[in-house]
């Protein structure tokens, strides 16, 4: 029976995944970074997407009090920050955090501040939903792998 | 000496095991790289720091086959790190981007990118990256067969300096111009092999005087906005020339251009402030000392950093003058250009009163005497000192073609121009663009604005941050110009990218050319790369000039393709009186037109006459004439420059570009 959950949390990973594709929250991207991972690197996504968090939490804290800022004008930096996240967002595969940074970009283009505080508000939202889903997963495959790590005595 | 790529074992399995650098500031990104990279069987190195990426190419140029870096870093442009790359080490640099954005793509491409990917990167193209160095293997092979070109097909030839094999046919490997120590003067038509360069050599093209004088003839020819190299190579008919050779010789053009720019933007800012003061420069040039040559501080600057010592001052100098093209007013009537020297031409050449005298002491900028025709192109002259440098595979033989010749009228009062200005060391033309019956400074060997070693050093210094501040301090006071300078001296001291100062003074000049002196103390002082305070030796200047003269003429033509006018988008017309126009940054130090003209060159060839107008004891020179291409080759590098900068003309940059190609040639020379 044991063995039945390492199919079924596999079963379950695979669900997930599915929906996150569907919903466009990740791309083929993510399926590349799957496919980098293997016995030499056997804890590349997790390692890569950790990263990613990393540094996307910083960079919105900065964009955050960039636009909190009254006197912000610093469009370009903004720019910059956006660059970057658009960078690493797309290379993650985390597709619907990505064009959001890209209209958030256009907004700071253009200097529409406005704009900015909304697209910034959808950023968040966005990468809150992208940082839950990729957590369910790595549980999911975590427990996938405990399950099928495990290994009965054979029966006699 | 040869230094030979090492033949690495992977020869065979290339390229498994082809060595990347990665650089990017993002580490998501970069661990991705690396992985995807490492899964390519590439053997990775990373950084997330463009300057640690410079130094660990920098240790050893023969560590790393390919570089892929980003192009939004904090610490360094990825663009600067590209140019960078490929002037010093000449290695395929491949960009990468989230933003694919068109125009930023193309500034990839023009600033050498072999490639330009945007993220998220997938494997495959990774998997085809390698193409990137086996193809510049084979061109370099190919671009150095001039004629008869054999290629020796082998895969770590590429940059691999055959350079051993350079030879009197001065072929060089812009690699190895270190090593490049006959590199002759002949410049043969079409750079033609070196029979001799047997083993391991890597053809090159070479651009000779002439083949660059037809390259130039063929960008003039067909206009700026049209001189691509396909057409550039049908007009220039010549055998054994390849599309690529074309194309990599314009590119090469660019790439120091903008690179000149920079930092002559960079040196203008620094002295802004001070160019206001410079009426009672030019006064007090007379009293220039030779501490105001200051070449020597070029050495920082860019990326001639391979010259040391006195070469690097004069690149300094050669590039600070370069970027002065604007600073040398030379006193001629003629418009003295440095050929090269933009549209700007004004090269601002502390009065000439004292021509005679400069010899005399502190190597006074020997002003190059600018020829006293009009057409005078002083960059002509100042070419030549780019040759030596040869910093980029030999596309830097900007064949400065000669310099008009300058009549004595238009020696330039150099002397006062504590000779900062035009330490060219020699006083033959040839380093800047100096003709060697140009650039006569009184009746004393001319001094070649551009010396060649100036321009070698003014070419690898330049990008010295730091020498430029030397110069910001150019206080409108020629005099004291030249007593800050005061290292000038020696004729080795290139005039430190001063020119940035000289420009900034220049501009105070400029309104008031006549004999004031100031301009030109801020000018001598900014040493103009390439001016290396001529100690009163002109007559060694002369023997300087001569020896690089081939190669000067090598590198000079584009030189004075002003790198200002590549920046500065918004051009605008320079013709404004002698002012000099700060634009972005950069100086533009526009003479005044006395006749001359200096137009806003969108495109269009400096239509400046190379006038040198005459102020007293200025040698401005300007840029050529409309469609003249100044003689030797720079006319159309600089109309091509202009064009692509948009009507800012930058003579300095001219020079700087044509010092970075020739910083190396000109450090060989010079030695």
């Known amino acids: 029976m044991l063995g039945l959950d390492a199919d079924r949390l596999r079963a379950d990973l695979n669900r997930l995944l599915a929906f996150l594709f569907h919903q466009g929250i990740l791309d083929e991207q993510y399926l590349q970074l799957q496919q980098l991972q293997d016995e030499s690197s056997p804890n590349f996504v997790s390692e890569v997407v950790n990263i990613y968090f990393h540094e996307s939490e910083k960079l919105l804290?900065?964009?955050?009090?960039?636009?909190?800022?009254?006197?912000?004008?610093?469009?370009?930096?903004?720019?910059?920050?956006?660059?970057?996240?658009?960078?690493?967002?797309?290379?993650?595969?985390?597709?619907?955090?990505?064009?959001?940074?890209?209209?958030?970009?256009?907004?700071?283009?253009?200097n529409n501040r406005a704009g900015c505080l909304r697209a910034l508000e959808l950023l968040e939202h966005e990468y809150c939903i992208l940082k839950n889903k990729l957590h369910e997963l790595f549980q999911i495959e975590q427990q996938r792998l405990l399950a099928a790590g495990v290994r009965y005595p054979m029966l006699n | 000496m040869r230094v030979e790529r090492v033949i690495r074992d992977e020869n065979d399995s290339f390229p498994v095991g082809m060595r990347v650098l990665a650089v990017d500031d993002d580490p998501t990104c970069l661990l991705l790289l690396e992985t995807l990279l490492t899964k390519c069987k590439y053997n990775v190195t990373t950084t997330s720091q463009a300057i640690t990426a410079l130094k660990m190419l920098r240790e050893n140029k023969n560590k790393f086959d390919l570089v892929i870096s980003d192009v939004h870093m904090p610490d360094m442009d990825g663009f600067k790190l590209l140019e960078l790359v490929g002037l010093e080490m000449d290695l395929p640099v491949i960009m990468l981007s989230a933003n694919g954005d068109t125009k930023l793509v193309m500034k990839g491409i023009t600033h050498g990118a072999c490639d330009y990917l945007l993220k998220p990167v997938r494997i495959e193209e990774l998997q085809n990256i390698w193409q990137h160095v086996i193809?510049?293997?084979?061109?370099?092979?190919?671009?150095?067969?001039?004629?008869?070109?054999?290629?020796?097909?082998?895969?770590?030839?590429?940059?691999?300096?055959?350079?051993?094999?350079?030879?009197?046919?001065?072929?060089?490997?812009?690699?190895?111009?270190?090593?490049?120590?006959?590199?002759?003067?002949?410049?043969?038509?079409?750079?033609?092999?070196?029979?001799?360069?047997?083993?391991?050599?890597?053809?090159?093209?070479?651009?000779?005087?002439?083949?660059?004088?037809?390259?130039?003839?063929?960008?003039?020819?067909?206009?700026?906005?049209?001189?691509?190299?396909?057409?550039?190579?049908?007009?220039?008919?010549?055998?054994?020339?390849?599309?690529?050779?074309?194309?990599?010789h314009l590119q090469a053009l660019f790439l120091n251009l903008t690179d000149l720019v920079t930092k002559f933007r960079l040196y203008l800012k620094r002295i802004s402030c001070v160019a206001n003061q410079q009426a009672n420069m030019v006064a007090a040039l007379g009293s220039v000392d030779s501490s105001h040559l200051r070449m020597g501080t070029m050495n920082g600057l860019?990326?001639?950093?391979?010259?040391?010592?006195?070469?690097?001052?004069?690149?300094?100098?050669?590039?600070?003058?370069?970027?002065?093209?604007?600073?040398?007013?030379?006193?001629?009537?003629?418009?003295?250009?440095?050929?090269?020297?933009p549209s700007s031409g004004l090269v601002q050449l502390s009065p000439v009163q004292n021509l005679g005298n400069t010899s005399t002491n502190q190597s006074k900028?020997?002003?190059?005497?600018?020829?006293?025709?009009?057409?005078?192109?002083?960059?002509?002259?100042?070419?030549?000192?780019?040759?030596?440098?040869?910093?980029?595979?030999?596309?830097?033989?900007?064949h400065v073609g000669q310099f008009p010749s300058v009549d004595n009228t238009t020696v330039l009062p150099v002397s006062s121009i504590s000779g900062s200005l035009i330490d060219?060391?020699?006083?033959?033309?040839?380093?800047?663009?100096?003709?060697?019956?140009?650039?006569?400074?009184?009746?004393?060997?001319?001094?070649?604005?551009?010396?060649?070693?100036?321009?070698?050093?003014?070419?690898?210094?330049?990008?010295?941050?730091?020498?430029l501040s030397d110069f910001t301090s150019i206080a409108?006071?020629?005099?004291?110009?030249?007593?800050?300078?005061?290292?000038?001296?020696?004729?080795?001291?290139?005039?430190?990218?001063?020119?940035?100062?000289?420009?900034?003074?220049?501009?105070?000049?400029?309104?008031?050319?006549?004999?004031?002196?100031?301009?030109?103390?801020?000018?001598?002082?900014?040493?103009?790369?390439?001016?290396?305070?001529?100690?009163?030796?002109?007559?060694?200047?002369?023997?300087?000039?001569?020896?690089?003269n081939p190669i000067f003429n090598r590198n000079v033509g584009f030189d004075f393709v002003d790198p200002l006018s590549i920046k500065c988008s918004e051009g605008e017309n320079l013709a404004m009186e002698p002012s000099v126009i700060e634009k972005e940054g950069y100086l533009m130090v526009q003479p005044s037109r006395q006749g001359s003209y200096i137009p806003d060159n969108e495109g269009?060839?400096?239509?400046?006459?190379?006038?040198?107008?005459?102020?007293?004891?200025?040698?401005?020179?300007?840029?050529?004439?409309?469609?003249?291409?100044?003689p030797g080759n720079l006319g159309s590098l600089e109309g091509l420059a202009s064009a692509m900068a948009k009507p800012c003309y930058s003579p300095v940059f001219l020079a700087q570009t044509s010092s970075n190609f020739c910083s190396k040639g000109l450090s060989d020379v010079v030695q």
């Open chain 2, 135 to 248: 193809r510049r293997k084979k061109f370099d092979r190919k671009d150095r067969n001039g004629s008869g070109s054999q290629d020796k097909p082998y895969i770590d030839s590429s940059e691999a300096a055959g350079f051993g094999n350079v030879d009197q046919n001065g072929k060089f490997n812009k690699k190895r111009k270190d090593q490049n120590e006959d590199e002759d003067e002949e410049r043969d038509e079409n750079g033609h092999d070196n029979e001799d360069l047997s083993t391991q050599k890597k053809p090159r093209v070479v651009w000779s005087v002439e083949l660059h004088r037809k390259f130039v003839a063929a960008v003039n020819q067909l206009g700026i906005e049209k001189a691509v190299p396909k057409k550039i190579l049908e007009l220039m008919n010549v055998e054994n020339l390849t599309r690529e050779n074309v194309a990599s």
């Open chain 1, 61 to 110: 804290r900065n964009l955050r009090s960039l636009l909190m800022d009254r006197e912000f004008s610093d469009y370009d930096k903004m720019g910059i920050h956006l660059n970057q996240f658009i960078g690493s967002s797309s290379s993650i595969g985390a597709k619907r955090v990505r064009n959001v940074c890209v209209a958030f970009r256009a907004a700071s283009d253009q």
């Open chain 2, 476 to 548: 409108p006071a020629s005099n004291e110009l030249h007593g800050s300078k005061a290292d000038i001296q020696n004729q080795a001291s290139p005039i430190s990218c001063n020119a940035g100062k000289i420009i900034s003074s220049a501009p105070q000049d400029w309104n008031a050319p006549k004999k004031d002196a100031p301009y030109q103390s801020n000018v001598p002082s900014c040493s103009i790369n390439s001016l290396r305070a001529v100690n009163g030796d002109m007559a060694q200047l002369g023997q300087c000039l001569n020896q690089n």
């Open chain 2, 302 to 341: 860019g990326n001639f950093h391979t010259l040391a010592g006195p070469d690097q001052i004069h690149n300094a100098a050669f590039t600070s003058f370069q970027h002065g093209g604007v600073l040398r007013r030379l006193n001629t009537p003629a418009g003295v250009g440095i050929s090269g020297l």
């Open chain 2, 424 to 467: 060219a060391g020699c006083s033959n033309s040839p380093l800047l663009g100096v003709t060697s019956n140009s650039l006569l400074l009184e009746g004393s060997s001319q001094l070649p604005t551009l010396h060649a070693s100036n321009l070698r050093d003014s070419v690898s210094g330049f990008p010295n941050r730091s020498t």
């Open chain 2, 365 to 398: 900028l020997q002003s190059f005497v600018i020829p006293g025709n009009h057409n005078a192109n002083i960059l002509q002259g100042m070419p030549m000192s780019l040759e030596f440098d040869q910093l980029q595979n030999n596309r830097a033989a900007s």
């Open chain 2, 604 to 630: 269009e060839n400096f239509a400046m006459e190379p006038s040198v107008i005459e102020k007293e004891g200025y040698l401005i020179v300007q840029p050529r004439r409309q469609g003249s291409y100044i």
